[in-house]
């Protein structure tokens, strides 16, 4: 079983729709990064959390550290939010070692 | 502020040969962290640097090694090629050792033929 897990793995939406993607973890977490990829490579932080919940324009995280949980939501999506979504997690002690979710592809169609 | 710069993009290499890649960390940035992307595998880490210190290493064979030097910069080689380490390679540059969001490079992209 991975440490990281993520569902759906894949997800089709139309254009405003809600999206919620999730990720449970196993291991014990300092910190619990979300970050966005596109095809080309390129990966782009947009998370980055240890409790509670962060905002940023119509992009929405949170984390319940008890149930070693947490949600990224997509409010509002547009077809530019197409990409794949990754969860990675970061053990506790000196360390920016990531252990990565397997990743969410998400379309999004106009 | 330049953000982490990976050199080069694209490679193309050889069976058996070996390739150096190379990773600029924002400025100012001391921890460098070095990832493999495969379709199979997904993303899965290979080493951690900080200030010249290797300060931990995935599950690799010894074929990848890497260093940091005193500006930061890194590089990260891979010896005796396989065609299973055609991938894409992301470093990705921390200001600390630990607890500081993790800004990444676009990756190198390596093909083994």
């Known amino acids: 079983k991975n440490e990281v897990e993520q569902s759906p793995q894949n997800l089709t939406a139309q254009e405003g729709e809600f999206i919620t993607i999730n990720c449970s973890y196993s291991v014990g977490i300092s910190a619990l990064h979300w970050l966005q990829q596109h095809p080309g490579g390129g990966i782009v932080s947009l998370f980055m959390l240890s409790s509670g919940k962060k905002k940023h324009g119509r992009l929405i995280a949170t984390i319940n550290i008890q149930e070693k949980h947490s949600s990224l939501h997509i409010t509002a999506s547009h077809p530019r939010d197409s990409a794949v979504y990754i969860c990675a997690v970061r053990g506790g002690g000196a360390t920016n070692k990531l252990i990565f979710g397997t990743g969410t592809l998400l379309a999004v169609q106009p | 502020k330049a953000g982490v710069t990976q050199t080069p993009r694209y490679l193309i290499k050889t069976r058996g040969q070996q390739v150096t890649l190379s990773c600029s960390p924002i400025?100012?940035?001391?921890?460098v962290s070095w990832y493999q992307q495969t379709p199979g595998q997904g993303l899965q880490f290979l080493f951690e640097?900080?200030?010249?210190?290797?300060?931990n290493k995935g599950n690799f064979p010894g074929r990848f090694s890497g260093r940091q030097f005193s500006n930061s910069r890194s590089e990260m080689n891979v010896s005796t090629l396989e065609l299973g380490d055609s991938a894409l390679y992301l470093c990705?540059?921390?200001?600390?050792?630990?607890?500081?969001?993790?800004?990444f490079g676009q990756g190198t992209r390596l093909t083994v033929v």
């Open positions: 990705a540059s921390s200001l600390m050792e630990a607890g500081t969001e993790a800004f």
């Open positions: 400025s100012g940035h001391r921890s």
């Open positions: 640097y900080f200030s010249e210190t290797q300060r």
